[in-house]
């Protein structure tokens, strides 16, 4: 029953639910080892049934061949049951078909001393010592032989058969006739001939023709499969932006290796445009730079006045977008990579470091809080510290000077970033984690930063957030990173399905 | 003082020039590889400013050949890349200092004379700010023209400190100094030996302060404290 209902809804695509994520159920892939068996073995039995048919068709066209066989055979079995002590008149065709087919034994060749032995359907034969001498001479001599029996009266499918047999020691003819054949002895005649002459050997062929036929198509696909196991390794090294190395293309099948060359100059090719792009991105940023450079310096040659004050503005917040998008690109490309256990105390130290200039520029301080032994989250070290060093850019640019910036780092991974800055409004608390928002334009930023931020801090299994800094005004940005697997479950294979995690997740 | 600006872009290398020659510097520039080498030939600088990307060579190389030919002016490179490997590479190949653009004029001006603080060719050895000065070989500590002694320890912490001057000194590298200095020290060593330099800098009236970033390090600044 469950077939029967679940058949018309497979049949039927249109019956699926609109929002259903997967197309329509395709055919089950099948394998190519496995279609190529299926039609071999079509195409023997196809074979089988030609020769079968080509047997019967070249019996069909000698038809005296098949009715000299007949009756020889009605002889044989005639002298068989004479032999055995049984009545010949009770083989089946004597006893079905009487005015059909007849059968007579006698002792002697001549004419004159021929002594009756046994006669079934007598009607139909000549007379004993009579009919034709000269001709029934003539078939006794030459032995076997057929001929149309009453050749003048036009009863042309009447035929006569005169074999000699030893039996005992004594010597016996047999001489069998048949008008029409009504049993069909051809017949089965030529049923035995396809059954000894076809059936026969192609059962004994048969399986081990197939087996040569399975192993010929296993052994003859195996480069095939080769190359498809190889292929996905292009697909994963693409994915986690290492340059994939070609296919090996010796020893492949001429139709195979135009395949491997083509998926080869492609995945090649693929790997340009990436690199490209990637170059790209970090080119412009490097190339925007240098004019910068110039504008910072130009405006600081101005005299004093407020224009120079709103140009330096300008050109401040251009620097930080270049360098947000430069963080961007660098981030974009080591999120393909894979993240692996890592102390987080020195990435975050290193951003600290990196920064300190800044903030002496601003006559600020940076405080920096950390567990004395390691941390370890699952993460990649350039992508921390991209979000850490956002969060800590505007922690420096939005405190006043003289103050202090705290960053601090708890037993779980947990950062913490504390500004004295004008704070975030509640209203925009979970706003400003988004793409293009910019809150407040008088504090300026572009938009990406923080956004940035919140996309690496989700690649980590973890969340980032904003709230008023606890006793005193500024705000606090938590950023919590996901702490490494469990320990104990670290088998081989937990390890292995993590490591695909990352690649799922964009 | 002479300076050598080595930058292919014609605007920045004019304007870099222009900011050091209103600030008192000699300054010479060179567009490419070639002029620079010229230049480095005939004169003697100072300090030398070179860009990592020229028309005809890396600036790399550049380095790479000056150092090869014994020019040991100080050295700051300008780049535009951050990238933490590179600078690593860059001082492994013989910088002395690295600006990455877009640099302010205080940076520049910053970076520049703390390069002709150091004691350049090994003649040079006394490295000062404000009124302090300290004598590299015979390790005098003068301040404000008066001869102070104070104990290896905290003069190994001065010394890093005025060579890396407004800027932050990872508290591993004055452990470092300390001890190579002496073998025998105590977890907060380098935090006592701070907080009596901090204390012997004030009382002999240094027109210098040392500011602590905790977990980090600390700066060492020729403004006085507030």
């Known amino acids: 029953m469950p077939a029967l209902t679940t058949e018309p809804a497979a049949r039927e695509p249109a019956a699926r639910e609109p929002g259903s994520p997967q197309p329509a159920p395709q055919q089950p892939v099948r394998s190519l080892q496995r279609i190529l068996a299926f039609r071999i073995v079509l195409v023997c039995l196809g074979a089988t049934v030609a020769l079968t048919a080509y047997v019967a068709a070249i019996y069909l066209m000698d038809l005296a061949e098949l009715r000299q066989r007949a009756l020889a055979g009605m002889a044989a079995s005639v002298v068989e049951e004479l032999a055995a002590g049984r009545n010949p008149a009770l083989l089946p065709p004597f006893r079905d078909y009487p005015s059909a087919y007849g059968v007579r034994v006698f002792n002697r060749r001549s004419v004159e001393n021929r002594k009756l032995v046994a006669e079934v359907n007598p009607h139909l034969l000549p007379p004993l010592t009579a009919a034709g001498g000269t001709e029934s001479d003539y078939d006794i001599t030459e032995g076997l032989a057929v001929r149309p029996l009453g050749a003048d009266d036009g009863a042309a499918d009447s035929w006569i058969y005169t074999d000699h047999f030893d039996v005992k020691g004594n010597s016996y003819w047999v001489q069998t006739v048949m008008a029409g054949d009504p049993a069909r002895l051809w017949w089965g005649i030529m049923e035995k001939e396809v059954r000894d002459h076809v059936m026969v050997p192609v059962l004994f062929l048969m399986p081990g023709l197939m087996l040569a036929i399975l192993l010929t198509i296993r052994r003859s696909l195996e480069p095939l499969t080769r190359i498809s196991r190889r292929a996905a390794g292009l697909t994963r090294a693409i994915e986690s932006g290492n340059t994939p190395s070609p296919l090996p293309v010796a020893g492949l099948p001429a139709e195979v290796r135009d395949l491997v060359v083509a998926i080869n100059g492609m995945s090649a090719s693929l790997d340009q445009l990436f690199q490209r792009q990637k170059q790209f991105a970090s080119d412009v940023a490097h190339e925007l730079r240098t004019p910068l450079a110039v504008m910072l310096l130009e405006t600081a040659r101005l005299a004093p006045s407020p224009e120079r004050e709103s140009i330096a503005d300008e050109v401040q917040g251009l620097i930080r977008m270049v360098n947000q998008l430069l963080r961007l690109a660098q981030a974009e490309d080591a999120m393909l990579r894979e993240r692996a256990p890592l102390d987080i105390v020195p990435a975050v130290r290193r951003v600290c470091e990196d920064l300190a200039d800044r903030a002496m520029a601003r006559s600020q301080t940076i405080e920096f809080d950390a567990p004395d032994g390691p941390v370890v989250v699952f993460g990649h070290p350039t992508l921390i510290e991209i979000a850490v060093t956002n969060v800590l850019d505007n922690a420096i640019r939005l405190s006043p000077r003289g103050s202090v910036v705290s960053v601090s780092i708890d037993t779980a991974g947990t950062v913490t970033v504390d500004d004295s800055g004008p704070g975030v409004p509640d209203a925009d608390k979970t706003r400003i984690f988004e793409r293009y928002w910019r809150g407040d334009t008088r504090r300026g930023g572009s938009g990406i930063g923080l956004a940035l931020v919140s996309r690496i801090v989700r690649l980590h299994d973890g969340a980032a957030r904003v709230e008023d800094r606890p006793g005193g005004t500024g705000a606090r940005f938590v950023l919590r990173f996901g702490p490494p697997p469990d320990r104990p479950a670290d088998t081989r294979a937990a390890r292995l399905r993590r490591l695909r995690v990352p690649a799922s997740l964009h | ?226």
């Open chain 2, 1 to 226: 003082m002479r300076v050598l600006v080595i930058e292919d872009n014609p605007r920045l290398s004019a304007v870099v020039a222009k900011l050091l020659a209103d600030h008192g510097f000699a300054v010479d520039t060179a567009a490419d590889g070639e002029e620079a080498e010229a230049a480095l030939r005939i004169a003697s600088y100072d300090v030398v400013l070179l860009d990592l990307t020229l028309p005809d060579t890396e600036g790399l190389a550049l380095l790479r050949r000056m150092r090869a030919e014994k020019i040991m002016a100080p050295v700051i490179v300008v780049t535009a890349r951050s990238e933490v490997v590179q600078r690593v590479q860059l001082l492994d190949a013989g910088a002395d200092d690295y600006l990455v653009k877009p640099f302010s004029m205080d940076e520049l001006l910053a970076r520049v004379r703390a390069m002709l603080r150091r004691p350049a060719h090994m003649a040079d050895d006394i490295l000062s700010a404000g009124n302090v000065s300290l004598e590299t070989k015979s390790l005098t500590l003068t301040i404000d023209g008066v001869t102070v002694d104070a104990p290896r320890r905290e003069i190994g912490v001065l010394e890093t400190l005025l060579r890396n001057l407004g800027r932050l000194v990872a508290k591993q590298k004055l452990a470092d100094a300390v001890y190579s200095l002496d073998n025998e020290v105590t977890p907060n060593a380098v935090e006592v030996a701070v907080s009596r330099l901090r204390k012997r800098l004030q009382t002999h009236g240094a027109a210098v302060s040392i500011t602590a970033m905790r977990g980090l390090g600390y700066v060492l600044t020729d403004q006085c404290p507030p």
